[in-house]
Structures are given as structure tokens and as C-alpha cells.
């Protein structure tokens, strides 16, 4: 049975909605989820330490402020280095997931920054493999349909300024969880 944690900050429970869909669709006949919340002042338990170094691959999670990756997720990133000295996560399976308010957000610079953060750990990265979705009748992305951002490094949502119940869409949704299915099966074939 591999392991894949997914590790996030969420700010107002928006970008907590997408790791709980990245972990249901890591949740395999061959692999297990665990879901680690970093928290506001950027920490994690020991415990939890000890699962991301125990994990087959690890999901990297965070809102984009300001056009990169939050305050809590950046004081995560930098405590990474224990384990980076001890090359504790080399050839783990690598991902990411990112969600703000409007449409681009310069989010690709956060899963840039994650996939910067996971080739520091000598990590293999996998993206969703999934093209981009539209409305094939208006060619425009429709909130309804999985991808209709064009992530192709790692998963993207947009939530509007309401509730956690009610945004991210569907679609967003569904990509997120695709995308932990994808990072189940690109651990199970690595570790086989």
C-alpha cells in the first residue's frame, strides 16, 4: 500500500476544499491519503514530520497571495530543510495544487515554486496529464468542466468571495481530485 500526504496551508478554508479532493482521489485499492494542515504560524506536528518522510509522495498545497504561495506555506517550505539534509524525500513522487480568487492570480508561480521546492528534495514531479476543458460550444472555460484553467503543472481553482460550501465550482473540484488519482498512479507504477 503506498502513502501519498498532502500537505497545505489554507488561509479561509478555500484551497482545504481542494486537498480534500486531491486526498479522495489518492485513495486507491493500492494507496492510502493523509491529509497534513499546516498551520497559520507555518508549523507542523514532529508527527506529522515523520509522515511526510514516511510517505511515497507528497502533494504540495496553498493558496496564491499576492502572486505566490501563502505566508504559512513559504515558513513550511524553509523548515523543509531537516529533512532536505538528510535527503529524506529524494525520489519521493511530487506535486502540487493552488487556488486563488481570480482566474490567473500568477498561480503558475506557486506551482513554479513548488516544483522549485520538490527538485531542491531531488523529488520527481507528475503533473494531471489532463488537457485543458472548455465548453465546446462557447470555447470558454465553464466552471462546470475539470481543467478549464489549462493547469498542466499542477492543479488549479478559482473561488469567488463566498463561502467554502459554496466555491470553489465543480470543476475545480473534480480536476483536484483527478489529480490525486493521477499522483496514485503515477506513485503505484514508480514504486512497482
Do not use: C
Not at 12 to 32: D, L, Y
Not at 173 to 190: D, L, M, N, S
Request: glycine share 10%; net charge negative.
Amino acid at each position: 500500500m503506498k502513502t501519498i500526504a498532502i500537505v497545505y496551508h489554507s488561509g479561509f478554508g478555500h484551497t482545504e476544499v481542494i486537498a480534500k479532493s486531491v486526498a479522495e482521489g489518492a485513495k486507491t485499492e493500492s494507496s492510502t491519503s493523509q491529509l497534513i494542515k499546516i498551520h497559520q504560524d507555518g508549523n507542523i506536528t514532529e508527527n506529522e514530520w515523520q509522515q511526510l518522510n514516511d510517505a511515497d509522495a507528497i502533494i504540495f498545497g496553498a493558496p496564491t497571495y499576492m502572486g505566490a504561495a501563502s505566508g504559512p506555506f513559504k515558513i513550511f517550505q524553509d523548515a523543509t530543510s531537516k529533512p532536505w539534509f538528510q535527503h529524506l524525500w529524494k525520489d519521493k513522487i511530487a506535486g502540487g495544487f493552488t487556488n486563488s480568487g481570480s482566474m490567473s492570480g500568477n498561480k503558475v508561480n506557486t506551482l513554479l515554486q513548488f516544483v522549485t521546492l520538490a527538485m531542491q528534495h531531488g523529488m520527481i514531479w507528475a503533473g494531471p496529464g489532463m488537457f485543458a476543458g472548455k465548453n465546446k460550444e462557447a470555447h470558454i472555460p465553464d466552471p462546470e468542466v475539470a481543467n478549464r484553467l489549462g493547469g498542466y503543472i499542477g492543479a488549479m481553482a478559482q473561488s469567488e468571495n463566498d463561502s467554502p460550501e459554496n466555491t470553489p465550482p465543480a470543476g475545480d473540484i473534480a480536476f483536484a481530485k483527478a489529480y490525486g488519482e493521477r499522483i496514485a498512479e503515477v506513485t503505484i507504477k514508480f514504486n512497482a
